[in-house]
């Protein structure tokens, strides 16, 4: 990871180990398992596992994340977080004045060649993705001395993790470092369909996600969502905040719930 005080260049997995360590002192319990669907029930909700178990809950907070669904091009896949990078800054200092390339797969892929551009001299831009190239677009780029190619990316070479070169459609090859580009980001909440929740179509073309709240909160009074689920920008200290948000908000409406709930006893 980078990006994350006090942890630069932790392993993901790390910091979910000592995340884990420290809950777990406080009584929390982790059940391993693949959610199926999640459905209402009396005063809370089922949450339904792959085994047909059902966990009840007052309150759910869904932190699933995403998956990024690459271009289809061979060698890129398998080098993705190591040469294959996404995040010119969560990545672009461990790549700096290196050879860099930008697989372009929409039209934010310029502006990612843009910042790529900041951390190399040395950056070409693959832009077949793009379909025909705005003029004003590809001079902007060739002004700050970045190659633009036109012909589309048929093969990722390299020995193991690292990257030699990207192979084009004409046959060419092209010398570089490290590759940048951009997946789909799919939220895992296909388990939330059955609840009919709202959705919000991201402003920057990504698809369609959860509509929450500032806290997290959906259209469920029940359900709150956090992270990449809902956000595909988001990085871990924004993940983790929004968490420790999420929390409070979902602890705060379980304590009105029990004031209501206890006055319609005592007024019988």
């Given at each position: 990871m980078h990006g994350v005080l006090g942890n630069e260049g932790t392993p993901p997995a790390e910091l979910l180990r000592k995340g884990r360590a420290e809950v777990a002192a406080y009584g929390i319990e982790f059940l391993d398992g693949t959610v199926q669907n999640v459905e209402a029930a009396d005063s809370g909700l089922a949450i339904v596992l792959s085994t047909g178990r059902a966990q009840r809950a007052r309150a759910l907070v869904v932190a699933s994340g995403i998956v990024d669904e690459l271009p289809d091009v061979p060698g890129l896949a398998p080098r993705w977080g190591t040469s294959v990078l996404h995040c010119p800054y969560c990545h672009g200092w461990e790549v700096r004045d290196q050879r860099l390339g930008v697989l372009a797969t929409s039209p934010m892929g310029l502006h990612q060649t843009q910042l790529v551009r900041q951390w190399s001299d040395r950056?070409?831009?693959?832009?077949?993705?793009?379909?025909?190239?705005?003029?004003?677009?590809?001079?902007?780029?060739?002004?700050?001395?970045?190659?633009?190619?036109?012909?589309?990316?048929?093969?990722?070479?390299?020995?193991?993790?690292?990257?030699?070169?990207?192979?084009?459609?004409?046959?060419?090859?092209?010398?570089?470092?490290?590759?940048?580009?951009?997946?789909?980001?799919r939220p895992n909440d296909g388990f939330l369909t059955g609840l009919g929740l709202s959705r919000t179509d991201s402003p920057f073309g990504l698809g369609s996600f959860l509509s929450v709240d500032q806290a997290g909160k959906t259209s469920h009074d029940r359900v709150w969502a956090i992270g990449n689920v809902v956000n595909p920008a988001a990085n871990v200290p924004m993940a983790i905040g929004a968490g420790a948000f999420a929390g409070g908000a979902v602890n705060g409406a379980l304590v009105e719930e029990d004031f209501d709930l206890a006055r319609a006893a005592a007024d019988g």
């Open positions: 950056v070409v831009v693959f832009a077949a993705g793009l379909g025909t190239l705005d003029p004003v677009a590809e001079q902007r780029m060739r002004a700050r001395g970045v190659e633009v190619v036109a012909s589309p990316v048929v093969e990722i070479l390299g020995e193991d993790d690292r990257i030699t070169g990207v192979r084009t459609g004409d046959g060419r090859m092209v010398e570089v470092d490290a590759v940048f580009t951009t997946g789909a980001p």
